[in-house]
C-alpha cells in the first residue's frame, strides 16, 4: 500500500522559511517522480513542483519559482520542500503527491497534507 | 500556460441521477486529461486519466469522454458518496493545470 506521510508544516512569519518533508513507502520511490501540490483556504489545486526520480529535472509553477526548492533523498525514500521568502499567499494545505507513472503526469497517491500559514 | 475552466460551478442533483460535468482548456491537450474527487478533510482521489481511463478501485459509473479542449466526466447515477468537488487536470504540457472545480452537491 502506498503511503505519503508530510511533515514540517505551520505557522511562520512572511519573508520567513518552512521546510516540509515526504516519507515515503509502498512503491518503487527511487523511479518516480514526486511533486508538491498546494490548496489555499476554500480554493482549488495548484500544482507547486516536482522532482525526477534521478533528480536530474526539477520543475516548479511560476509562483514559487526562484523561492522554493524541491529536493530527494532516495536512499531515504523521502522528498523535500524547502520555501523561502515565504508570502501569505502561500499559505495554503501541501501534499505530497506521486506520479502515476514516469510519463504520466497525474498524481494517483496524496499524502493527507501539511499546513502551512504564512502571517504575521 | 493551458488554462482549464469548468463548468457549471455547482450542480444540485439527487441520488441516483445522473451528473455531467464539464472541462474546457484554452489550448488542445490532446487525451491528456484527468479527473479527480475532492472531500472535506480527505485528499483528491484520482478517478480518470488520458480523458476515459478510470484509475484503480474507480467504480464504473465514473466514466469520461472527449478530446483536444472539450472534456465530460459522467456520474451514471449518483451515490451518497460521490457528493463532492470535482477538478480537471491537464497533463498534456507542463505546467500542469486543473480546473476551478465542480461541486456536485445534494438536492
Known amino acids: 500500500e502506498v503511503q505519503l506521510l508530510e511533515s514540517g508544516g505551520g505557522l511562520v512569519q512572511p519573508g520567513g522559511s518552512l521546510r516540509l518533508s515526504c516519507a515515503a513507502s509502498?512503491?518503487?520511490?527511487?523511479?518516480?517522480?514526486m511533486a508538491w501540490v498546494r490548496q489555499a483556504p476554500g480554493k482549488g489545486l495548484e500544482w507547486v513542483s516536482v522532482?525526477?526520480?534521478?533528480?536530474?529535472?526539477?520543475l516548479y509553477a511560476d509562483s514559487v519559482n526562484g523561492r522554493f526548492t524541491i529536493s530527494r533523498d532516495n536512499s531515504r525514500n523521502t522528498v523535500f520542500l524547502q520555501m523561502n521568502n515565504l508570502r501569505a499567499e502561500d499559505t495554503a494545505l501541501y501534499y505530497c503527491?506521486?506520479?502515476?507513472?514516469?510519463?504520466?503526469?497525474?498524481?494517483?497517491?496524496w499524502g493527507q497534507g501539511a499546513l502551512v500559514t504564512v502571517s504575521s | 500556460e493551458i488554462v482549464m475552466t469548468q463548468s457549471p460551478a455547482s450542480l444540485s442533483l439527487s441520488p441516483g441521477e445522473k451528473a455531467t460535468l464539464s472541462c474546457r482548456a484554452s489550448q488542445s491537450v490532446d487525451s491528456n486529461l484527468a479527473w479527480y474527487q475532492s472531500k472535506p478533510g480527505q485528499p483528491p482521489r484520482l478517478l480518470i486519466y488520458v480523458t476515459s481511463t478510470r484509475a484503480t478501485g474507480v467504480p464504473a459509473r465514473f466514466s469520461g469522454s472527449g478530446s483536444g479542449t472539450e472534456f465530460t466526466l459522467t456520474i451514471s447515477s449518483l451515490q451518497s458518496e460521490d457528493f463532492a468537488v470535482y477538478y480537471c487536470q491537464q497533463h498534456y504540457n507542463w505546467p500542469w493545470t486543473f480546473g476551478q472545480g465542480t461541486e456536485v452537491e445534494i438536492k
Open positions: 503527491t506521486k506520479y502515476l507513472r514516469r510519463d504520466v503526469a497525474v498524481f494517483d497517491s
Open positions: 509502498g512503491f518503487t520511490f527511487d523511479i518516480t517522480p
Open positions: 522532482i525526477s526520480g534521478n533528480t536530474y529535472v526539477t
